[in-house]
């Protein structure tokens, strides 16, 4: 499986509610950083949190990054309909020597209902 | 200060022809990046370049695929000879350094193989 896997796959839940959104990878990073996809549209840049980083917030977002265990967790507070669309998470890595190359999940889609 | 800004944003080719999609970085980024999305999938790293130079190419296909970011001007990604295959949505991204900073991503650019 890839760098970057999120879950759930798909995610429902009503207007108001908390949605929560986990992120595995398998390899050391430098930061890890979510985005957000309306359907057909580009990638929105939501949030980046360094590798000494344990927890971040913006406005409804708050992220929790455990090294230890690999993986991340997006946390979107009092949901809204216009939250309603993709989440990917992306991890940078080196890549052959200084190279390094963000690489996305398949993401998690959210519907949030009126 | 505009951000990453992609052209054409909608491309049809008939198989055989060329595509040539373009990406100019935000003001003041020297890092670029290229992805392809399928239908319901996340984003597939492509290749990295930085003015002049390509850093990582580990993820375009051997043939047909292209990418240059030259001095002056937009990065452009090259496909030659499309087949149906290579409809998709490819994003480009841009950061200001290559490790570590939020990377920003265009519209895309939506390619139809007819």
């Known amino acids: 499986s890839q760098q970057g896997e999120e879950d759930p796959q798909a995610l429902s839940i009503q207007e108001g509610e908390n949605a929560t959104m986990n992120c595995s990878y398998k390899?050391?990073?430098?930061?890890l950083q979510w985005y957000r996809q309306n359907s057909g549209r580009g990638l929105v840049h939501l949030i980046l949190?360094?590798?000494?980083?344990r927890e971040k917030h913006s406005g409804r977002l708050r992220v929790t990054l455990d090294t230890s265990k690999k993986s991340s967790s997006l946390l979107i507070t009092a949901s809204r309909a216009a939250d309603t669309a993709s989440y990917f998470c992306?991890?940078?890595?080196?890549?052959?020597?200084?190279?390094?190359?963000?690489?996305f999940g398949k993401g998690t889609l959210l519907t949030v209902n009126p | 200060n505009a951000g990453v800004m992609q052209n054409p944003r909608h491309l049809v080719r008939r198989r055989g022809q060329e595509a040539r999609l373009r990406c100019s970085p935000m003001?003041?980024?020297?890092?670029v990046y290229w992805y392809r999305q399928l239908p319901e999938e996340g984003l597939k790293f492509m290749v990295y370049?930085?003015?002049?130079?390509?850093?990582?190419e580990s993820g375009m296909p051997k043939e047909r695929f292209s990418a240059e970011f030259p001095k002056e001007g937009p990065s452009i990604l090259r496909i030659q000879q499309v087949v149906r295959g290579d409809s998709a949505a490819y994003f480009c991204?841009?950061?200001?350094?290559?490790?570590?900073?939020?990377?920003?991503f265009g519209q895309g650019t939506r390619l139809t193989v007819v």
């Open positions: 991204a841009s950061s200001v350094t290559g490790l570590g900073t939020e990377a920003f």
């Open positions: 390899t050391s990073i430098n930061n």
């Open positions: 949190i360094r590798s000494n980083e």
């Open positions: 992306a991890t940078d890595a080196l890549s052959g020597g200084s190279n390094y190359k963000l690489t």
């Open positions: 003001k003041g980024h020297s890092h």
């Open positions: 370049l930085q003015k002049e130079n390509i850093i990582d």
